[in-house]
């Protein structure tokens, strides 16, 4: 309700009428969908401003959108080189170390 008494001076008499004409389900949906907007649009809106504030404190020759694409990229591409992915040849070298470290290991 809170969503309703923001925007409309008098919601009740709005909703009787939904109610009334039997299109309350969708007034409901409506309400619910420009406030999701709403909200993805204010997020956006943050977000692109923490961009912002990010390029001023760079201290780069590039322009806002050079410099934003080419830190995405950066970004993008060190996550895909942070994998957790072991060569054949580490499991070998992991194994003969594990190996080694149980030759020296007595249970008694």
Known sequence: MDLLFNRYASPMELVSLYIENGRFGEFVENVIRMDNERKKKEAEKENEQKWWDMYLQSATELSFVDWKKETINKNNQQAESNTLEMTD????????????????????
């Open 89 to 108: 040849q580490q499991v070998e070298d992991a194994k003969q170390k594990a190996r080694g470290i149980l030759k020296g290991f007595s249970p008694n």
